[in-house]
Structure formats: structure tokens, C-alpha cells
């Protein structure tokens, strides 16, 4: 299966189905997302002290939470890396080549 772009607001929707109570199970089904990567966030709710319940999440609300915690997250997705080197070999070079 393909990479899928991961949102603040895919994020916070997953919190949001965890502390409403739903399965890891329930919410990558429903979501369709990844169980390892509904783990992956419920996990880091949990390391913070979050839990499922009315009571149980961050006072500031799931999308602030994630957006401070997972800063590489956007509204448009992961943000690239600005400081990567060009690429060396140029397209037209690779196609001659047959690759």
C-alpha cells in the first residue's frame, strides 16, 4: 500500500475517535489509516499523561496538541526538508540511460 499524506487534522481526528473511546481497530477502519500509525499517536497521547474519556485530552484541543507535538506535521502535510542537496543526475540523463 502506498505512502498516504498525513494531516494535523487527520491526527486530531484520530484523537478525537481514541478518546471517545473507539478501538485502535474501530479507528483505522473507519479512518482508513494504519493501525501502527493510530498506535504511533495514541502512544504519544498516553507518554503525556492523555486518555480516552470526556476529561482524558489536552485543554487547548486535539489539533493545537498535535501541532506542537508533532511539529513536522501541517496543514498541507510532512513539510520537506528545505536544505536537501540538488539532484545530481539530471532526468533526461536517467532516461537515456534506461532506468
Known amino acids: 500500500m502506498a505512502r498516504r499524506r498525513i494531516l494535523v487534522r487527520d491526527v ?3 484523537m478525537e ?23 504511533r499517536y495514541v502512544r504519544a497521547a498516553q507518554g503525556q499523561g ?13 489539533k ?3 501541532a506542537q507535538t508533532f ?7 510532512r513539510q520537506m526538508p528545505t536544505d536537501l542537496p540538488p539532484i545530481a ?3 533526461t540523463e536517467l532516461v537515456s540511460r534506461s532506468f
Open 89 to 91: 543526475v539530471p532526468l
Open 17 to 39: 475517535h481514541w478518546q471517545a473511546g473507539r478501538s485502535i481497530r474501530a479507528i483505522a477502519r473507519s479512518l482508513g489509516a494504519d493501525r501502527d500509525t493510530i498506535r
Open 50 to 62: 492523555y486518555y480516552p474519556g470526556p476529561v482524558g485530552g489536552p485543554p487547548q484541543g486535539w
Open 64 to 66: 493545537a496538541w498535535v
Open 71 to 77: 511539529p513536522g506535521l501541517t496543514e498541507q502535510g
Open 12 to 14: 486530531a481526528e484520530i
